[in-house]
């Protein structure tokens, strides 16, 4: 593998919750990277701080300590609109439970990331396409979540994740919802989208899932070790 | 992006019809109290006024009350017409008085007056002709019968030729007036016979005048010419104020159009109260929504929606729907407005474009300022707790 830029830069990052009074440190001076087209799984068990790390990775939240640099770009102190502005533009997010809106078809789920970013009807129809045939889901456009299955669901998902060319797409538990069958298709999925250059985070507490992934970091107590 | 956001509004509001509808019903009373008060005040003004109009809006009626032993005299009524801003001026004197024709009598008012009154008044005639000076000046017995008059004493208006005496004197009928059917005269029993003002002032035995009917030159000049006759009445009556009094016609309509404003604005008014309520009625169900669909707000804000995006988004959704109700309520007052006019008959009451142009824009002031609290409420909430949210 030649030499890569890394996507995510992560150091001594620190996140502190108080609850009932008490701290709570969900993660303690984690440390990590993920070069371009890398496959990288994070696994933990509950109560580890990885849905805090995906958070931080994802811009949802920020950090309270310790430097982040995603794609080339310092994450720090950025206002909500700018956080929002880099979730739309360089994130992809796949949830465990799908987090489709309900009352829209499949395209127009797959459409809605491409609208905040400004793009006109016809670049977005196109690029929804392209993504729904991506994850082959061409000749479902036009139905609602609740006419697919959970794997369809599921690939719909994905296609909105991918519709952006996002610069790594972040997946927390994709197929914790699903069977074993549905999620070893997704997982397929998820190698053939890797298989074209795509840089993917994988969230589980799987561990058949997470060794499916080119390199995993294992996270306990909020702190971030490297698994080799 | 704009046009994405009335998109998704309108399919937001689409999807649950009965309880979008039930939102907007708010709002739909409240336009509809709005425009249907505001229309009928208006068309009621619109009609009253055309009657004081048609009554002489460019009137001036001037009562001798004391004439301090210096009455004014029949010539003295061409010194009035003489002056710059009048363009004519009558005298009239008034009494009542027995009229018989064969065996029909009835008590009618008798006006001496000059041919001027005529034009003064706007009068009309079906038959014949009006008083001429030469009658004044001759005192002919001559007499013009109203309309009413001449049906209850003939039983025909076909009457120009016929003779009638009145308080004992006998006339010659040389008029009769056209038939009036505005409302001033249906107040009115109008029962009068027009006659020279010499002929009345001796009936009377008053010869001198005490009142004079005087039209302006401009028909905007009214004030003017108030002003005018009041000077030379002032002078002829030695600065005495209180010898004479001078009417405007003109004042009248000012005073009803004042009157009339302030109705408008208190029935305006109440009916705004209601749509505020209307407007609450929307905060009420968009802060319902809000919390409802924190799990699509959520999603929204992880794909890359921000803060403005959110807060538009609800924010037009509350427009549309106070616009939508102000649409509905339009079309309401509209159907209410034709079927007043079809029940009230000679008036027709009509929406004004000013009027739904306050209702459109008094809508929007609501829907923008009532959604404003559930939209921000909506931008503010944290994408990670909005996306756990299970509703």
Redesign the interface.
Not at chain 2, 298 to 309: D, L, Q, V
């Given at each position: 593998m030649q030499q890569q830029t890394p996507v995510i830069v992560m150091k001594e990052i620190t996140k502190t919750y108080y609850v009932g009074g008490e701290e709570v440190k969900a993660l303690d001076r984690a440390t990590m990277s993920v070069d371009e087209g890398e496959f990288v799984s994070v696994i933990g068990p509950s109560g580890s701080g990885k849905s805090t790390l995906m958070?931080i990775i994802?811009c949802?939240?920020m950090a309270d300590s310790g430097e982040y640099v995603l794609d080339g770009q310092d994450i720090r102190r950025y206002s909500?609109?700018q956080l929002?502005?880099i979730?739309?533009?360089k994130i992809g997010?796949v949830?465990q439970n799908f987090?489709?809106?309900s009352?829209m078809t499949a395209e127009g789920n797959v459409e809605?990331?491409l609208?905040?970013?400004?793009v006109s009807l016809g670049e977005r129809k196109e690029r929804v396409r392209l993504a729904l045939e991506r994850v082959g889901l061409a000749d479902r456009s036009g139905h609602k979540p609740t006419e697919l299955s959970g794997g369809q669901q599921q690939r719909v998902a994905v296609a909105?994740a991918l519709v952006?060319n996002p610069a790594i797409l972040l997946a927390d538990e994709p197929t914790g919802n699903l069977d074993s069958k549905t999620g070893a298709d997704i997982m397929r999925l998820f190698h053939e989208i890797h298989g074209a250059g795509n840089t993917i985070v994988l969230i589980t507490h799987d561990e058949s899932i997470a060794g499916q992934a080119q390199r995993c970091i294992r996270i306990m107590d909020g702190r971030v070790e490297e698994a080799e | 992006?704009l046009v994405?956001n009335f998109k998704m509004a309108l399919?937001?509001i689409t999807?649950s019809k009965m309880r979008s509808f039930l939102t907007m019903l708010g709002i739909i009373i409240g336009v509809t109290a709005l425009v249907v008060m505001v229309s009928l005040v208006n068309g009621a003004t619109g009609a009253v006024t055309s009657e004081i109009t048609a009554l002489g809006n460019d009137m001036i009626v001037v009562s001798v009350m004391d004439d301090q032993g210096r009455p004014l005299r029949l010539a003295e009524v061409g010194d009035i017409k003489a002056l710059e801003a009048v363009d004519q001026a009558a005298p009239l004197g008034s009494m009542s008085a027995t009229a018989k024709h064969a065996y029909q009598d009835e008590v009618v008012t008798v006006n001496g007056t000059s041919a001027a009154y005529y034009d003064i008044q706007g009068l009309e005639l079906a038959d014949g002709r009006f008083i001429k000076s030469t009658d004044v000046d001759n005192s002919s017995y001559v007499a013009v019968l109203s309309n009413k008059a001449a049906t209850e004493l003939f039983d025909s208006a076909d009457v120009v030729g016929e003779t009638l005496t009145i308080g004992g004197r006998s006339f010659r009928i040389v008029g009769v007036l056209a038939e009036d059917d505005s409302l001033m005269s249906a107040m009115m029993s109008d029962m009068s016979v027009y006659v020279p003002f010499s002929v009345e002032a001796s009936m009377a035995d008053q010869p001198y005048v005490t009142a004079v009917y005087a039209s302006a030159a401009d028909p905007n000049g009214t004030d003017a010419a108030e002003e005018a006759v009041s000077g030379f009445l002032l002078q002829r009556f030695r600065q005495n104020e209180d010898a004479f009094s001078v009417i405007n016609m003109s004042s009248i309509t000012d005073a009803m159009s004042s009157v009339t404003g302030t109705l408008t604005l208190l029935l305006g008014g109440i009916a705004a109260i209601s749509l505020l309520v209307g407007g609450v009625g929307i905060m009420n169900i968009m802060l319902v929504s809000v919390t409802e669909r924190t799990?699509?707000i959520?999603?929204?804000?992880?794909?890359?929606?921000?803060?403005?995006?959110i807060m538009m988004q609800f924010l037009i959704e509350a427009l549309m729907l106070s616009l939508f109700g102000c649409i509905f309520g339009l079309l309401l007052s509209w159907g209410i407005l034709e079927i007043v006019t079809a029940i009230a008959g000679s008036i027709s009451f009509s929406m004004s474009v000013s009027t739904m142009a306050l209702a459109v824009g008094f809508s929007s002031a609501i829907g923008l300022i009532f959604g404003l609290y559930p939209a921000d409420k909506a931008a503010k909430k944290h994408?990670?707790e909005a996306?756990r949210y299970d509703g």
């Open positions: 958070n994802g949802l939240d909500e609109k929002a502005r979730r739309n533009r997010f949830f987090n489709l809106l009352k809605l990331p609208i905040y970013q400004g909105r952006t | 992006m994405q399919s937001a999807s799990k699509e959520g999603i929204r804000k992880a794909i890359g929606a921000g803060r403005g995006s994408p990670i996306l």
